[in-house]
């Protein structure tokens, strides 16, 4: 059964960084893209950054610059490494991808930025 782990969120201040982690497990992930998407209250869930399996990338405007997606194969592991965060970042923050025409999501994890 597949499944997705992410840990690394938390309470930061403004122009703080924080490093998210995505730990998949019950197959192999290597040949797929993997997601970071964030839902802040309110707010439809929205793509933060993606990666393929070959390590192209994609991010959302309001992140480029600011946060770096990257991947660990070896490890089925995915990463959001978040930089200068604001306020507006403040959101759950989910790992997902697709299997076999399956999407498959985490639990999430909790990013609040505040001072």
């Not at 403004?14 to 998407?37: E, H, I, V």
């Not at 200068?84 to 999407?103: G, R, W």
């Amino acid at each position: 059964q597949v499944q997705l782990v992410e840990s690394g969120g938390g309470l930061v201040q403004p122009g703080g960084a924080l490093r998210l982690l995505c730990a998949a497990s019950g197959s192999a992930f290597s040949t797929n893209t993997m997601d970071w998407y964030r839902q802040a209250p309110g707010n439809q869930r929205e793509l933060v950054a993606a990666i393929t399996g070959v390590g192209s990338t994609h991010y959302a405007d309001s992140v480029k610059g600011r946060f770096t997606i990257s991947r660990d194969n070896a490890k089925n592991s995915v990463y959001l490494q978040m930089n200068s965060l604001e306020p507006e970042d403040t959101a759950v923050y989910y790992c997902h991808t697709i299997k076999q025409f399956h999407n498959y999501w985490g639990q999430g994890t909790q990013v609040t930025v505040s001072s």
